[in-house]
């Protein structure tokens, strides 16, 4: 995990960028105005729930 030691200044918002690569090589980059020790856990939690939906979605729940 890499993140920038140094906030961004971007249209008028302080921003971080945090970034790693997933297990299967993709990049990922989250940009977030909070935490950005906790954003990529964050991002995770997220996606699994996104794709919760989904699967559910796709399956006529």
Do not use: S
């Not at 299967?24 to 699994?48: C, F, K, M, N, S």
């Amino acid at each position: 995990m890499m993140v920038l030691n140094w906030p961004r200044r971007l249209w008028g918002h302080t921003l971080y960028l945090v970034g790693t690569r997933a297990p299967r090589g993709e990049q990922v980059i989250v940009i977030t105005a909070h935490a950005p020790e906790q954003a990529l856990e964050d991002y995770r939690q997220r996606w699994q729930t996104e794709c919760l939906f989904a699967v559910m979605k796709r399956r006529g729940f």
